[in-house]
T-cell receptor, first 115, second 109 residues
Framework: DTAVSQTPKYLVTQMGNDKSIKCEQN?????MYWYKQDSKKFLKIMFS???????INETVPNRFSPKSPDKAHLNLHINSLELGDSAVYFC??????????????FGPGTRLTVL | GQNIDQPTEMTATEGAIVQINCTYQ??????LFWYQQHAGEAPTFLSY????GLEEKGRFSSFLSRSKGYSYLLLKELQMKDSASYLC??????????FGTGTRLQVFP
């Protein structure tokens, strides 16, 4: 039983292309997140959604657009890919019942390489 | 501002005890998490502290002092499989995590 799943696991593409990463959770959680982990292994939050509503947007370039069709899915679309976008992108989810910090559960990650 | 500091690397011997420290300065505090991340894998939850004191979970314990902005993760009876990165993360507002840069622990036989 996969709790938080992401596709694809690996993504290699050319600069300037547009790509999407998909995330799904079957934990019944209300909140989902996207994180970026760079080559120095620093994990930084990008976005979070609670029940399909954008809650956190951490000054990420406009080329990154998250979309949440329902509370179990949070996709990340990236336009005009740049070399600096190369990283591992993790999706996560938490119960997210507001006013309380809940444990976040991470997906397996998507390693994006921009050539 | 938000700042979380941990040592970059640590080494230890199988069977030993190791303590990984984390100091933080954040605007607001809603708890501190420790995650383990093996190379090429996702972070997995280890512990959560929101009140001062020690939380014990098997071989792993985590301590928090809110007044000092300080936490540590204690790993006992180290095993080779404990070689991983250990990430300290603080939650300022609810449901947002600020991660430290992680401590890479290498366990030698």
């Amino acid at each position: 039983d996969t709790a938080v799943s992401q596709t694809p696991k690996y993504l290699v593409t050319q600069m300037g292309n547009d790509k999407s990463i998909k995330c799904e959770q079957n934990l019944g959680h209300d909140t989902m997140y996207w994180y970026k982990q760079d080559s120095k292994k620093f994990l930084k939050i990008m976005f979070s959604y609670n029940n399909k509503e954008l809650i956190i947007n951490e000054t990420v370039p406009n080329r990154f657009s998250p979309k949440s069709p329902d509370k179990a899915h949070l996709n990340l679309h990236i336009n005009s890919l740049e070399l600096g976008d190369s990283a591992v992108y993790f999706c996560a989810s938490s119960q997210g019942q507001g006013g309380r910090t809940d444990t976040q559960y991470f997906g397996p990650g998507t390693r994006l390489t921009v050539l | 501002g938000q700042n979380i500091d941990q040592p970059t690397e640590m080494t230890a011997t199988e069977g030993a005890i190791v303590q990984i420290n984390c100091t933080y300065q954040t605007s607001g505090f809603n708890g501190l998490f420790w995650y383990q991340q093996h190379a090429g894998e996702a972070p997995t939850f280890l512990s959560y502290n929101v009140l001062d004191g020690l939380e014990e979970k098997g071989r792993f314990s985590s301590f928090l002092s809110r007044s000092k902005g300080y936490s540590y993760l204690l790993l006992k009876e180290l095993q080779m499989k404990d070689s991983a990165s250990y990430l300290c993360a603080v939650s300022p507002p609810p449901d947002k995590l600020i991660f430290g840069t992680g401590t890479r622990l290498q366990v030698f036989p």
